[in-house]
């Protein structure tokens, strides 16, 4: 059995969940001028599509991105292990095992949720990617996936995945329906239960808890904190951005920014990204949320 990491709960008390499509390196610049303290998270990336793509399309990033995790998506824990230490190379500050995403896709290649039926094997490939590299290995995941979804079989996911050396687990405050719904509907349709996570941080208080899901309000979060160790906001934070400002100013401290001066701020960015080949669009659709 392996010792957990004992984890400073500070770094992970405001984040923002990976999501795909959505939070690529455009998305992350634009959100660290709007908070310079949160916790940025990549899509979810494949090992197998790290280890053998095409690197600096798939994982890199602008400095100014740090804090910045990179989640991935595999079951072997050889390969994992390559993927993150290939992520620390590159000056991740975290590599993030998702065991969480619900799609058909994802199960077919035998990670995503499905994986919470397995806490022996993620356990396996959490020692892995551990073993590889220096820097944090956190794990996000469900309460649980489709009838496997009592508390007890959540805490015996959490127990096995732990004594493996798992200090830190984001949990998104729904179970996954891996029969007949969508990924889209998998946020939304499963009810959000966050008393189950509350209660992991009081059954396994040595551990950081982050909780995720349907989460919106200043409010919300600070009814959060006073539960878990920090808050990672989804949807919220790309359709609002805004939140994420407002957020880090109560949390940290900082001034808030002005709308405009972020837009000021961006508008370089934009340039260069133009100059090199790319499109406006690829950049000004995660910014459509601003003046919400």
Known sequence: MSVPDTPSAGPWRLSVAPMMDWTDRHCRYFHR?????ARLYTEMVTSPALVHGDRERLIGFDASEHPLALQLGGSDPLELAEAARIGAQFGYDEINLNVGCPSDRVQSGRFGACLMREPALVAECFQAMRSAVSIPVTVKCRLGVDEQDEYADLQHFIEVVAAAGCAVFVVHARKAWLKGLSPKENRDVP??????????????????????????????????????????????????????????????????????????????????????????????????????
């Open 33 to 37: 001028l709007l908070s310079p303290n």
């Open 191 to 292: 009810p959000l239960n966050y008393q189950r996570v509350y209660q992991l941080k009081l059954d396994f208080p040595q551990l950081a808890i982050i909780i995720n899901g349907g989460i919106e309000t200043v409010a919300e979060v600070d009814t959060h904190l006073r539960h878990t160790d920090g808050v990672m906001l989804g949807r919220t934070a790309y359709h609002e951005p805004y939140r994420l400002a407002e957020l880090d100013h109560r949390l940290f401290g900082t001034p808030l920014p002005g709308r405009e001066a972020v837009i000021d701020r961006m508008r370089a960015y934009i340039e260069a990204h133009i100059a090199s080949g790319g499109k406006l669009q690829h950049i000004s659709r995660h910014m459509l949320g601003l003046f919400q």
